[in-house]
């Protein structure tokens, strides 16, 4: 039986080859000036935006409380937002987009280390037009900051917090170096494989998981060695949307459980922490359904999710490790070490990751002992 579900995206997808050039005409119901957010490069989007009247806010690096109070302020003067680049600058202008009409300040409506407030008001519009295939995080509900003097970074998170358009153009991703392709596909990877195994997966949103699933193990490899593979970067763009959706409506899982606490810890990427622990991760939660939940649904989909990415309708749930790892192997993707975890840090990591948003939706709670087993196998 199929059970009862809710789904919800952005307002309005458009996808193509070739599609920012009808950002201009699209986004023009939204107000007469833009505050463009975007990445540390902000002459690119200025380029590509240049028919559009605009004020910038760059986020050099992923987004922090102090860094989206000032963009609050750059936003007073604008009636909508564009967050233009990769998940850092989506997540920012989401942020900024949430706070400007509402009192107060970010840790009031922020998870885990704010007082998760509702919004009082709806966000100001805003577009989202991502520049790499990673994080889905123009049809996500929520923005993930840092706070350093938390050394955590959390979600402000509503269902409110829904893109007015969300313009995937898969040729603004043609310029992305090797590793952070590498990093950003492993991150929807990642995301196509949680929400499918979660507490909360639906029916509907495992459709998206599937066909992505489908897609990367070809894609990934091809953009890695060839950057200007125009089909594989569609194929590629196109599964981050999904994984996007995917997550928004059923959840993440033990990987983002870490990906957060890590985040707050070391000046790493998202996409490269994810990629780090999701061998390990995957690992721990086969072996413990096995030992724990045999008969449940999450290994009968860890099997499937198998046989899609190796092409081997005999494979089992445990091959899904093997091929993740040669994957990661493969795509050059480094330890957690090599980003400056030491075990000194483990201890305190694991209380954190139990605490974590994402870790709710794993398909098995974890132990303790079995958190640290993840962060030890990942170092």
Known sequence: MVGPFEFATATRIVFG??????????????????LVVTGAHPARAAKALASIPANYFSVPSEPTLALVREGVKAARDCDYLIGFGGGSAMDAAKAIA?????????????????????LEHA????????????????????????????????????PLLVARLALIDPDLTLETPPAVTAST????????????????????ADLFCL??????????????????????????????????MSLANAGLGIVHGFAGPLGGLLNAPHGALCAAVLPHGVQVNIRALRERLPDGEALIKYKQIAQLLTGDFNAEAEDTVTFISNFCRILGI????????????????????ARASSTK????????????EIAERAL
């Open 17 to 34: 080859s070739g599609k920012i050039q009808s950002l201009a005409s699209l986004a023009q119901p939204f107000g007469k000036r833009a």
């Open 98 to 118: 949430a706070l400007t009409p509402n009192s107060g300040e970010p840790l009031d409506y922020l998870e885990v280390i704010g007082r998760g407030y509702l």
């Open 123 to 158: 966000p100001l519009p805003f577009v989202m037009v991502p520049t790499t295939a990673g994080t889905g995080a123009e049809v996500t509900r929520n923005a993930v900051l840092g706070s350093p003097e938390h050394g955590l970074k959390a979600s402000l998170r509503s």
């Open 185 to 204: 596909g492993l991150d929807t990877l990642t995301q196509l494989i949680e929400p499918f195994v979660s507490s909360r997966a639906n029916p509907f």
């Open 211 to 244: 066909e992505g699933l489908r897609l990367v193990p070809g894609a990934l490899p091809k953009v890695f060695r060839d950057g200007g593979d125009s089909d594989a970067r569609a194929e590629m763009a196109f599964s981050s949307l999904l994984s996007g």
């Open 334 to 353: 480094s330890s957690l070490r090599s980003h400056g975890l030491e075990p000194s840090a483990i201890p305190n990591l694991v209380i954190k990751v």
């Open 361 to 372: 939706a794993n398909p098995i709670q974890l132990s303790a002992h079995e958190l640290a």
